[in-house]
């Protein structure tokens, strides 16, 4: 991945906000030397004082990759200290769940930390970038935690792309997984099909025509391609009824013009079902009006 102006490659701290503010006359500001005092060093924080953030992106933490992590903390410890906030009577993490969660497998009663304040935003940015420089979300957790960022912060979707790193492309993309079935979603999560085929399936706006396709991808090991294939066949004959629509339209306009060419008013023929419709004369006076019905009344007497 190619870093951006917030590269991923340039470690968690440079993406860290340190807030510190100069004046006009490059004198430290107020603001600066609170913040100042908010850069903490690392400490040990007792674990069982710590709780998960619940603005974290990351829902699946993979069992066996835990306890191999638990493993390598019980012969080298924690190497990269988590990044705590400092609640009423617990510390929130920032960033470091998985740290966390597997230095309670390996049993450790302390783990190391930085506390650090954040507003509710960074501390959802945090975490997302964290998460996407270790390539731990899923693309369903990665599509919702950028939603969040758009919805409940008011972001652009450039302002997302800029702070993850990322091509405003790929944040609308990602957001489009959104639109599948939930069922679709799972199998997303749980790598039954892949963002290549998930993409594809987005096309197709019935859901349950999406779920039978997922399920037909999983079941025949379908590729990315021979899926883009299958639904591309699916919608044709949407296409083809549309385009049957287009002639029947260009055949009521013919018969619209030989109508109008017996009685001398303009007439729409109006189709609401394949078999059912109308047909609308327009008269503009009531001399015109009554020389229409007079001309019904020559037809029908005709007829006998």
């Not at 991945?1 to 906000?17: C, F, N, T, W, Y």
């Not at 304040?117 to 420089?133: C, G, K, P, R, W």
């Not at 025949?220 to 883009?228: A, D, P, W």
């Not at 049957?244 to 189709?271: A, N, P, W």
Request: net charge neutral; proline share 2%.
């Amino acid at each position: 991945m190619v870093a951006g102006s917030r590269g991923l490659g340039k470690g968690l701290d440079s993406m860290i906000p340190q807030k510190v503010m100069q004046t006009k006359d490059n004198k430290t500001d107020v603001r600066a030397k609170k913040n100042e005092d908010n850069v903490s060093r690392e400490t040990l924080i007792n674990i069982n004082q710590i709780e998960p953030n619940k603005s974290q992106p990351r829902r699946n933490f993979n069992e066996d990759t835990l306890h191999e992590l638990a493993d390598s903390i019980k012969l080298y410890g924690i190497i990269q200290p988590l990044i705590l906030q400092k609640r009423d009577k617990y510390y929130e993490i920032i960033a470091g769940e998985r740290r966390w969660r597997a230095a309670k497998v390996a049993g450790l009663k302390e783990v190391p930390a930085i506390v650090k304040d954040y507003s509710s935003q960074e501390i959802v940015e945090i975490a997302l970038i964290e998460n996407i420089q270790r390539e731990d979300l899923n693309p369903i957790e990665e599509a919702i935690a950028f939603q969040k960022l758009i919805n409940e912060y008011k972001l652009k979707q450039d302002e997302v792309a800029e702070r993850v790193s990322k091509s405003r492309t790929a944040i609308a993309n990602s957001m489009r997984l959104l639109k599948l079935d939930q069922r679709v979603q799972q199998m997303l999560i749980d790598d039954m099909i892949s963002s290549g085929h998930a993409r594809a399936l987005i096309t197709l706006e019935d859901g349950e025509i999406q779920y039978q396709i997922a399920t037909k991808i999983f079941d025949e090991k379908l590729s990315v391609r021979e899926t883009e294939k299958l639904v591309k066949k699916l919608l044709e004959p949407v296409k083809e009824e549309q385009d049957k629509g287009k002639d029947l339209s260009f055949i009521y306009h013919d018969i619209e013009e030989k109508i109008k060419e017996i009685i001398g008013s303009k007439v729409q023929v109006k189709q609401k079902t394949e078999d059912k419709g109308k047909i609308e004369i327009e008269y503009y006076s009531k001399d015109e009006f009554e020389r229409i019905i007079e001309l019904f009344q020559t037809i029908k007497k005709n007829q006998r």
